[in-house]
């Protein structure tokens, strides 16, 4: 159980090339004892924004204060206090601040990154390939 607010959560700087006047706190993750998620809220000063990249899991994002956009490879997805908004996986993106005051989002992804899928067999004795045994 973990019970306390968010400002008692330390806020540091994301270091992470491409990153500009952005900061994370990490509200909820596994060292706190969660299994299976994390929650962290990005603060990005006006002008900033997160590294454009992409992975192997999930975003869900629920946007606090400010405005900006999400830019992916698709073009540009404008967003205000109260849009949710769901990045798949391996998509490219980045979240900017377009205003004039603090962007809070929060943002929960998985604690491990997903499995890969074993490929299973018909017949483990045929590596796949069903025989007439």
Partial sequence: MKHSHYKDVALEEVT?????????????S??????NFAMR??????????????HEWEHENYILEGEGHLTTEEGEI??????ILYVEPHLKHNYVNTG???LKFLCMIPNDKPKKEEKKTI?????GVANNC
């Fill in 41 to 54: 809220m990005f603060e990005v000063e006006p002008g900033g924004f997160t590294p454009y990249h992409a």
């Fill in 16 to 28: 992470m090339d491409g990153a500009k006047k952005t900061k994370i706190r990490w509200l909820i």
């Fill in 100 to 102: 004039e005051k603090v």
């Fill in 78 to 83: 404008p967003f205000k206090p109260g849009d």
């Fill in 30 to 35: 596994a060292k706190d004892g969660a299994p």
């Fill in 123 to 127: 017949n483990p004795f045929a590596a």
